[in-house]
């Protein structure tokens, strides 16, 4: 009797091999090395991700060492931050800009065209060999060789492509070349955007990043920088082995605050507890 095992495999095992790959590539391409570039990091966000907003921030202060970055926050001009919040978030990433703007929340061309325009913007204010940073708020970092990594590449598109089968990049994070947004931004005025998506049947703007790249013969890295939920919950908890394989924990679930009591639990200092908590309650 034949038994079938199509299914049954966990992914972890079938991807193994290819996980092995790209620890090997990761080696070589930090060996490379690289001058200087900066990291211009877009947050799409709104008043009830502030708290969520606020960790992925106060992570990426604890881990950036010398890496330059810039913050632009991108808030959802009918769901603005407060005084008080913007004043809060400058007090971890001071140069920070709060910039009023339409919902890039949510899946759609409009959403999508949105997205882009705020690429175009930060790009505009880079280097061509400098990076734009997608993250999404319910992101947090523990690593920081991803920034470094990025920058010895040299590729116009790096993302995390092992949670969907690596199809195109998981949009919790990814990075853009500026020179690569810029070839993008030419190429649609003079071809119809709308018209893109709707030929490709592309509505969410994590594929339709993939795909323009990919048509305007750019080239992307997809690999592995990016843990989820199930993989944490494995794991147990953010080892020594688990901040070598990823660099940051991406919580696409209901409950978002679960990301607040896995950052207190693996990540905050207990001196930082009272300080961290208090500004999560800033209204």
């Not at 009830?48 to 010398?66: A, D, E, T």
């Not at 990025?150 to 690596?166: E, P, T």
């Not at 795909?211 to 919950?233: A, G, V």
């Not at 209901?254 to 607040?260: A, F, G, S, T, V």
Request: net charge positive; aromatic share 16%; glycine share 4%.
């Amino acid at each position: 009797m034949k038994i079938k095992v199509k299914g049954l495999i966990p992914i972890r095992i079938k991807q193994l091999p290819r996980y092995l790959w790209q620890i090997i590539i990761r080696f070589i391409t930090l060996r490379k090395g690289s001058d200087p570039v900066s990291f211009a990091l877009c947050h799409f966000t709104c008043y009830s991700y502030y708290k969520y907003l606020y960790c992925s921030l106060h992570s990426l202060q604890k881990i950036r060492g010398g890496i330059s970055i810039r913050v632009l926050i991108f808030c959802d001009a009918n769901e603005m931050f407060s005084p008080e919040q913007c004043e809060a978030i400058r007090t971890v990433f001071p140069d920070s800009k709060v910039i009023p703007w339409t919902k890039s929340q949510g899946w759609g061309s409009e959403q999508i065209a949105s997205i882009w325009k705020a690429y175009s913007l930060a790009a505009s204010e880079s280097r061509e060999e400098d990076y734009v940073v997608r993250i999404d708020s319910d992101v947090f970092f523990f690593s920081n060789w991803i920034f470094q990594m990025v920058a010895c590449s040299g590729k116009d598109l790096i993302g995390d492509g092992h949670y969907v089968k690596f199809k195109y990049c998981q949009g919790g994070l990814y990075f853009l070349r500026s020179g690569a947004i810029n070839k993008i931004k030419h190429y649609f005025e003079e071809n119809s955007m709308d018209e893109f998506l709707k030929n490709t049947k592309i509505n969410v703007e994590d594929i339709a990043a993939f795909q323009y790249i990919k048509h305007t013969k750019q080239n992307s890295w997809l690999t592995y920088f990016m843990m989820f939920p199930d993989e944490y919950r494995i794991a147990g908890n953010l080892s020594a082995y688990q901040r070598f394989k990823f660099c940051c924990l991406h919580f696409v679930m209901k409950n978002k605050n679960k990301m607040l009591e896995v950052y207190l639990q693996e990540i905050i200092n207990p001196d930082e507890r009272d300080m961290f908590l208090k500004a999560l309650e800033v209204h």
